[in-house]
């Protein structure tokens, strides 16, 4: 392994791996200027072809879910990546997972809850990992704003999905996105 490069603030990281070019980057989660997910989200988004490992010390679920739907290969907790990062550099260079083994269960539970929503309602399987998040925040009562807040992209994007989302799934009238997600909340 070469180091290729450092940077001190996630908007230097993106900088750096759109120069560069790494087949690995690893972020922590809580940068200065962007956080790791953000420029997760701008290398998915550019088709970058750099896998991302991320270090960070939130064991939630829900963040774990908000990385693997940015495409990150590795989540790493911080207190473990003495010993894990390698392996995590690793897996994330061949293309391959790599989750730290003390929220594994999440990666279980995130492929459970998927199953169970497509069995109920096949039309979700149809959903983007982006659409999917969305629909989740939608279910959390978030508005058009909110969501575009929440995962920095622009209204029109979010509007974008919604209407995608709509489509897919055979919604028509006022919120009735809002109140299917709200119906299935517990499938999402």
């Known amino acids: 392994m070469v180091v290729a490069g450092e940077a001190s603030s996630g908007i230097d990281a993106l900088a750096l791996i759109e120069q560069v070019k790494p087949a690995v980057a690893v972020l922590d989660v809580e940068m200065p200027g962007a956080s790791g997910l ?19 010390m939130y064991t939630d679920e829900g963040m774990f879910n908000r990385a693997i739907d940015l495409g990150v ?34 990666l279980l539970n995130r492929s459970n809850r998927k199953k169970h929503a497509t069995d109920a309602v096949p039309a979700l399987a149809s ?13 959390g009562n978030k508005t058009t704003k909110e969501i575009a807040v ?33 119906q299935n909340k517990t499938l999402l």
């Not at 290969?73 to 550099?89: D, P, T, W």
């Open 38 to 56: 953000d420029v997760a989200r701008t290398v998915q988004e550019r088709g970058l072809e750099t896998a991302i490992v991320v270090l960070t």
């Open 127 to 139: 959903l983007t990992p982006a659409e999917w998040r969305i629909l989740k925040l939608i279910a």
């Open 150 to 182: 929440d995962l920095s992209i622009s209204l029109k994007t979010v509007e974008n999905h919604r209407s995608n989302i709509a489509e897919k799934l055979n919604l028509h009238g006022t919120n009735a996105i809002l109140r299917f997600a709200l």
């Open 73 to 106: 290969l590795a989540y790493i907790l911080k207190e473990n990546a003495v010993s894990e990062v390698i392996a995590g550099i690793k897996a994330a260079a061949a293309g391959e997972y790599y989750i730290s083994p003390s929220i594994s269960g999440y």
